[in-house]
């Protein structure tokens, strides 16, 4: 089974991001670590089951030197914004095999000291349109999932409740193996448009 595992958000700054994100929609967000082969570090927006994952360049020479790094620092050098989907499975070898996509194991130690990791398929695969989401399989104890962290929202936000993207409905499914996820393909294009979260007084759409 697949399902909306975290939504990835290119900016300029962590701390800007932080504030402007607390201050425009009250979600507050807690570090997350860096990723040293990347070049980048980030925050995590909580959601319980799902989260959104502000994510910056920190080190601009090792993260041109990486197709994702690349890609981090050109959506925040124009501004930022979303950048990609991620999505869970139960069986990352048998979606990795099905589309050809090569399995690879990553890791970022948090502030306080503790290690996370996991496995994941079709970050770098230059096949991935940015409407395509990328595929994760996380190590360890249901409570370390980056989701699970603590945050004073503002809001009530209980999750993603849709993702709006430009792209090829066929393609989207092909993807996906016929599996149904909140992704709704706007217009043509290559990119995610918008993410709505269900929270206690309706949707909460951040574009």
């Not at 994100?21 to 860096?34: I, K």
């Not at 197709?67 to 139960?90: C, H, K, M, N, Y």
């Not at 990791?117 to 079709?122: D, E, L, N, T």
Request: aromatic content about 6%; glycine content about 14%.
């Amino acid at each position: 089974m697949l399902r909306i595992d975290h939504v990835v958000f290119a900016v300029p700054d962590l701390d800007a991001a932080a504030d402007r994100f607390r201050r425009d929609h009250g979600l507050d967000s807690a570090p997350g670590g860096r990723h040293p082969g990347w070049g980048t570090a980030n925050r995590i927006v909580p959601l319980g089951h799902d989260y959104i994952e502000l994510i910056a360049v920190e080190d601009d020479a090792v993260a041109a030197g990486t197709p994702f790094g690349r890609a981090v620092l050109e959506r925040a050098q124009s501004g930022g914004g979303w950048l990609a989907i991620s999505v869970s499975t139960d069986d990352l070898d048998a979606v990795g095999g099905r589309l050809g996509l090569d399995v690879t194991a990553g890791a970022r130690e948090r502030p306080d000291g503790t290690e996370v990791r996991w496995r994941s398929a079709g970050l770098e695969d230059p096949r991935r349109e940015p409407f395509l989401p990328f595929f994760i399989s996380w190590e360890g104890a249901a409570e370390s999932h980056p989701g699970r962290l603590r945050a004073g929202h503002g809001v009530q936000a209980t999750g993603i409740a849709r993702i709006d993207v430009q792209g090829d409905d066929r393609s989207l499914r092909s993807w996906l193996g016929g599996e149904d996820l909140p992704i709704r393909v706007m217009d043509a294009g290559a990119r995610v448009i918008s993410v709505a979260l269900a929270t206690h007084d309706g949707q909460l759409v951040i574009s």
